[in-house]
């Protein structure tokens, strides 16, 4: 079942930027793209570096680290030296709030 959580208030991310906050899971990158909210771990699956500071490429996201890329959209690792997909998580809008799922 779906334990939806506020994390911010939409007004805070409008689109094209990013947020990141801290969860009981950890830190979380929230990125409002052209499609949507979408929400990724904060730590690159190479080194365990930050991630959610990296560039953005459309809905690709580039480690600031050693450049590996990871698709925003369902966190697949594109590209090395990453091999190992990221965690995402489902985020939806209720009410002017980010909320995303921790139930994954
Ligand atoms: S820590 Fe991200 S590519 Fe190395």
Avoid at 25 to 41: D, M, P, S, V
Avoid at 73 to 84: F, H, M, Q, R, S
Wanted: hydrophobic residues 35%.
């Amino acid at each position: 079942m779906a334990e939806w959580v506020d994390v911010g208030l939409e007004k805070d991310c409008p689109q094209g930027q990013r947020i990141v906050v801290d969860t009981d899971a950890g830190k979380i990158g929230i990125f409002h793209l052209n499609q949507g909210f979408y929400a990724i771990e904060d730590r690159c699956s190479h080194d365990n570096g930050e991630l959610a500071s990296g560039e953005c490429d459309g809905d690709e996201i580039i480690c600031p680290r050693h450049g590996a890329r990871f698709c925003l959209l369902n966190g697949k690792a594109l590209t090395p030296p990453a091999y190992e997909d990221i965690e995402v998580f489902a985020v939806r809008v209720h009410n002017g709030m980010i909320q995303i799922d921790m139930d994954n």
